[in-house]
């Protein structure tokens, strides 16, 4: 499992992913943010030598701690997926429920096909994209993956196991 994509994307996608979860107590089994959870987060951080009332307590910044266990040590929990350790998951997860899924060979073809004529004779039409294609399919294939990679260290496009998606859901 990998995902690339620019640092400011990546930062919206961490944060809508923890915005989508909430945190996990895996030795509880339990989802951890209930009150008691806050209260329990406040009285931690206190003895740590921190003082911060319920009020001015952040789950994002000051953490959560499951008040049965007293771990801080928590999971996330993505509803209708499951549990698991890090953010990560979640974030692909996002990735291929939420944004579009590039169709690569259309797209490649489109911008070969406007990029150069095609080249008629008599009354046969060959279209660029299909020249490449068929008669150096090597330099097909890198020059589609060079094209989607360039997209993504742009930040138009990120790359999610494989595949390219088009970052709708944290568009800014
Ligand atoms: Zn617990």
């Known amino acids: 499992m990998s995902f690339q994509m620019t640092e400011e994307l990546e930062d919206q996608f961490r944060a809508l992913a923890y915005d989508h979860t909430e945190p996990f107590c895996y030795s509880c089994?339990?989802?951890?943010g209930?009150?008691?959870?806050k209260v329990y987060a406040v009285a931690a951080?206190?003895?740590?030598?921190?003082?911060?009332?319920?009020?001015?307590?952040?789950?994002?910044t000051h953490g959560y701690f499951c008040h049965k266990c007293g771990s801080d040590d928590l999971m996330?929990?993505?509803?209708?997926v499951g549990v698991e350790w890090g953010i990560e998951w979640v974030i692909e997860s996002l990735i291929e429920s939420e944004c579009g899924l590039v169709d690569e060979e259309a797209a490649y073809d489109e911008l070969l096909d406007e990029l150069y004529p095609p080249y008629e004779i008599g009354y046969s039409k060959f279209f660029a994209s299909?020249?490449?294609?068929?008669?150096?399919?090597?330099?097909?294939?890198?020059?589609?993956?060079?094209?989607f990679d360039d997209r993504v260290h742009e930040g138009i496009l990120i790359e999610c196991n494989g595949s390219y998606y088009t970052p709708d859901c944290v568009a800014a």
């Open 29 to 32: 089994y339990r989802i951890v």
């Open 34 to 37: 209930n009150e008691h959870d």
């Open 45 to 60: 951080q206190s003895i740590e030598g921190n003082s911060y009332s319920l009020e001015t307590w952040d789950a994002e």
């Open 76 to 80: 996330r929990h993505l509803e209708g």
């Open 130 to 147: 299909d020249i490449l294609k068929e008669n150096d399919p090597i330099c097909y294939r890198i020059g589609k993956q060079e094209h």
